[in-house]
């Protein structure tokens, strides 16, 4: 692991991976890498499990998780970023930072939303029987509460702009505390090759800093992850109303 980002997602997280792949540090694990394969999620759920068993003498399985990847950000990963620095003392640390406020608002319009329908009265409950039909993506559903939920954001989504932004301050001004100055780049994306390339020491490519997965795509990836984990729920409701339709149809003509 030679890149270690400790950014919240909607920071630039996507573009950052872009980037970092181009310069050669990727493959680049982030939650596109988990909505990819949705079984990766079982690992994170074994990290959950051992951090939070305070006397486990486990420790969370990252040669496992990281294998393959060169370089990781935005969830699942920020979600340890202590342990991460330290599982990897020699790791480069990247800190994406943007307006508290504006990252609430891309926030609440993405991933905030999502985990608000996961607990929506008759999608919450679609989603888990889903879930259980198709148990990676059960893992997927339980890795994003337990981690995003609940280590990032404490177990509450309330408070509006105001709490949020309070948190995503906090976190920032813990890691500028935690990391070494000579180990941290606190950075925004919209500053584009030149930091990032001084900080690692590599040459700025001749090509514009990428730009991905604004509003617009996160609400395509999301849907189609949504979509996809209620296929089965569509199916067996179809396949059921066909069995219940069928039965009648046969008492029907089996009446004298």
């Known amino acids: 692991m030679r890149v270690i980002g400790v950014g919240f997602g909607r920071t630039g997280t996507a573009s950052l991976k872009v980037a970092l792949e181009r310069l050669g540090y990727g493959p680049c694990y982030h939650m596109l890498s988990v909505l990819e394969r949705p079984s990766r999620a079982r690992g994170w759920l074994a990290a959950a499990k051992a951090a939070d068993a305070a006397d486990s003498a486990v420790d969370p399985p990252w040669e496992e998780i990281f294998d393959g990847f060169d370089?990781?950000?935005?969830?699942?990963?920020?979600?340890?970023?202590?342990?991460?620095?330290?599982?990897?003392?020699?790791?480069?640390?990247?800190?994406?930072?943007?307006?508290?406020?504006?990252?609430?608002?891309?926030?609440?319009?993405?991933?905030?939303?999502?985990?608000?329908?996961?607990?929506?009265?008759?999608?919450?409950?679609?989603?888990?029987?889903?879930?259980?039909?198709?148990?990676?993506?059960?893992?997927?559903?339980?890795?994003?509460?337990?981690?995003?939920?609940?280590?990032?954001?404490?177990?509450?989504?309330?408070?509006?702009?105001?709490?949020?932004a309070r948190l995503f301050e906090e976190h920032t001004a813990e890691v500028i505390a935690a990391v070494p100055a000579d180990r941290l780049l606190v950075f925004?994306?919209?500053?584009?090759?030149?930091?990032?390339?001084?900080?690692l020491g590599t040459t700025p490519p001749d090509e514009p800093f990428p730009h991905v997965n604004d509003q617009q795509e996160f609400a395509r990836i999301s849907g189609a992850q949504r979509r996809k984990a209620l296929a089965p729920v569509v199916a067996t409701a179809a396949i059921g109303a066909a069995a219940v339709t069928a039965g009648a149809l046969l008492r029907r003509r089996l009446r004298p």
């Open 71 to 164: 370089s990781t950000l935005d969830w699942p990963g920020v979600a340890f970023w202590r342990e991460l620095v330290e599982a990897y003392p020699d790791a480069r640390v990247v800190l994406t930072v943007r307006d508290p406020y504006r990252w609430h608002r891309s926030m609440d319009a993405t991933i905030l939303r999502a985990l608000r329908q996961a607990r929506h009265p008759v999608i919450g409950p679609l989603m888990r029987f889903g879930g259980r039909l198709r148990p990676d993506m059960g893992a997927f559903f339980e890795m994003t509460e337990r981690l995003v939920r609940q280590r990032s954001f404490r177990g509450d989504l309330g408070g509006g702009a105001e709490r949020f």
């Open 188 to 199: 925004e994306v919209a500053d584009g090759w030149k930091p990032l390339c001084d900080f």
